[in-house]
């Protein structure tokens, strides 16, 4: 059975290996100062081509949560149920992820920190409520 | 522009799964019947306006229908807003006709995701498949946990319109699914992708509908017998994808509605019944907010009590919308609102002048707003 495992581009690569050795990384414009994921070659607010790989702190916080009683992959079937986040960084950019504790209650606001995660030999970017 | 464009023909095929038409030959059905409800020829139409199919694209689709139909039409192609496509793209047969670049346009739409591919509905979102991230209706979750977690919005909240919407979609003989809804159990429905239950969601379908537009001239020339006028439209496109959305529970809804009330010279009080674009019922919370039937994070209260039920204050999706008549993106609920206008519907609200109408593609992506009436 395959795994839905992110596929690089050149854009991206650098995010994944970042992750691989265990940062998780966004870009900051060197023009006006935005931050944001996921990857893209221009800064989505100044449309510069100029920005910097930028080391996050792995803190942050839940915007909101689903959790999944149907499996749209095979390789999630038996995961089920299971849940996919969106979490805000502290420095602003935001993300989709799973909560690795959710028997601590997930809920709207609540703080989080990052936990890199292997998946098929890839590292992920988990969070755990704190 | 106000008044001066109206709706003059309505027609669409069955709906629900129609194996082995394809969108071409359910496009050209739904003009066959639109154009004999108008009461007009064939000839008299120089503008074929066409929603891309969801389900499967192809290049040029617009002139594989003008062809289809033998047809060489003055403006003529696809436009893809999803299902904001079909308000659009009948405001902008209103703007070319006035531009004097048409006279006479057809507004189609035919999809198959029944019998063809739902992959459109069903797809992993990039590299965050690998975080279990898939389906058009993961996102509807986020935004509807939000909202739940923002302002307290119930389940039972939610319920209150698709309990109203299925009861509405049941006297419907056109309607894919007859089946009433209590709220009880709307409660008992299982989760999906929780908070989203499965009575939150609406049906995929097969089917194709269209619409005439033109002047209200024009319509009088033609003999047109129960034109409608279009009193306003706007646009608004959100365009984020839901992660990045700077507020979850806000969309350009709001602009939309703001730029089509503005034309139309009225206001949400003077709304007597409503088609909002029914995919899951956080979108028709969300909507009612953004278009001022009630403040942002007061839909769950506002909804209760059946006011959006036929006899209540504002009743919504009369014909059974997404979540009953058909999964269909929109246009259904264009021609329910033409015929509450005319007075023709089954569910027809009494006295009814004026209804407005919501469509919207993506999760919230895109919106576009009509006003008809009187």
Redesign the interface.
Known sequence: MS??????TPL?QPYWDSLKQGRLTFQRCRKCNNAWL?PRAECPECLAAEWDWTAASGKGRV????????A??EA?KE?L??N?A?VELDEGP?????IVNPEMGI???RPVILKIED?HG?A?A?FALI | MRGKYVIAGIGHTKFGRLPGRGTVSLNVEACRNALADAGIEKSVVDALFVKVPTSRYSSMYGQTLSEAMAMQPKVGGVWDQGGATNISMISFACMAIDAGQCDVAIVSLADDPKTGTRQAY?K????????????VA?GY???M??HM??YGTKPEQFGEIAVAVRNHGATNPHAALRVPLTLDKYMES???????KRDDICLVSDGAAAVVVMSETRARELGVKAPVRILGFGQGQTSYD???RPV?TETMAKVSAQTAFKMAGLAPKDIDVAQIYDCYTIAVMMTLEDYGFCRKGEGGHWVEGGRVAVGGELPINTSGGLLSETGMPGLQLVMEGVRQMRGTSVNQVKGAETCVVSNQGGIMTTHSTLILGH
């Open positions: 795994f839905p495992l992110p596929e690089p991206s996921p915007v909101s949560w689903v959790i999944y009683h149907h749209y992959h999630f995961r149920p299971y996919v969106l935001r993300l989709i992820t799973n809920a709207a606001e998946e890839v992920l988990r | 069903e992993a979102w990039g590299d965050d498949a690998a975080y279990g991230w898939f389906s993961a979750g986020l935004t946990q939000r977690a923002e299982p989760f999906i992708i929780e908070p989203l839901v992660p990045l979850l």
